[in-house]
């Protein structure tokens, strides 16, 4: 026997409503895998990435601490999101000397659609220091809270970065 559209009709609405109590929405679901650990990023983006050769310790491009690294781009001024961060930090930027991070790169179509396979010999993104997507998470974590948006580097910020008040690094923003 069919229902009544005055049934049918609330009947739908309660279990659209219910459905909805039970299933968080999907977006919440994907940010929350994205949120990382910003004090595991600093020490990843420190001293197993070693992101700090090209971007600098304060992700200015300026203050590398390796002279013969490209010079990276300023992270403090960076448009990126968060998806275009954990997607740059996976797939590095083909065209560039910006490496790709994840371990899968270019091997399943994830990164541009692309695989080593279709860049020329010699044009491939280079293959930096493998990270898991916790870390890449953790990084990008590091970056939108200590080094997005923040301004011209301090004296704070590098000893904080280094563990450190008196570092070497930080000794001309005194």
């Given at each position: 026997?069919?229902?009544?559209?005055?049934?049918?009709?609330?009947?739908?609405?309660?279990t659209?409503?219910l459905?909805?109590?039970?299933?968080?929405?999907?977006?919440?679901?994907?940010?929350?895998?994205?949120?990382?650990?910003?004090?595991?990023?600093?020490?990843?983006?420190?001293?197993?990435?070693?992101?700090?050769?090209?971007?600098?310790?304060?992700?200015?491009?300026?203050?590398?601490?390796n002279?013969?690294?490209?010079?990276?781009?300023?992270?403090?001024?960076?448009?990126?999101?968060?998806?275009?961060l954990?997607?740059?930090i996976?797939?590095?930027?083909?065209?560039?000397?910006?490496?790709?991070?994840?371990?899968?790169?270019?091997?399943?179509?994830?990164?541009?659609?692309?695989?080593?396979?279709?860049?020329?010999?010699?044009?491939?993104?280079?293959?930096?220091?493998?990270?898991?997507?916790?870390?890449?998470?953790?990084?990008?974590?590091?970056?939108?809270?200590?080094?997005?948006?923040?301004?011209?580097?301090?004296?704070?910020?590098?000893?904080?970065?280094?563990?450190?008040?008196?570092?070497?690094?930080?000794?001309?923003?005194?």
């Amino acid at each position: 026997m069919p229902l009544s559209s005055t049934v049918a009709i609330p009947l739908a609405a309660l279990t659209l409503a219910l459905a909805t109590l039970h299933a968080p929405p999907l977006r919440a679901q994907e940010t929350d895998q994205h949120i990382g650990d910003p004090e595991r990023g600093r020490v990843v983006y420190r001293s197993v990435g070693y992101c700090g050769n090209c971007h600098g310790w304060a992700g200015d491009g300026k203050s590398g601490t390796n002279l013969q690294a490209p010079v990276g781009p300023n992270l403090r001024e960076t448009p990126l999101d968060t998806a275009a961060l954990i997607e740059v930090i996976g797939c590095g930027r083909p065209g560039s000397a910006m490496p790709y991070h994840d371990r899968a790169a270019y091997r399943d179509g994830r990164c541009f659609g692309m695989g080593l396979d279709d860049f020329a010999p010699g044009n491939a993104p280079p293959r930096g220091k493998t990270f898991n997507d916790r870390d890449v998470a953790n990084i990008v974590a590091y970056l939108e809270t200590y080094v997005i948006g923040r301004g011209e580097p301090t004296y704070e910020e590098c000893a904080e970065f280094y563990d450190n008040p008196s570092a070497r690094a930080c000794a001309g923003l005194r």
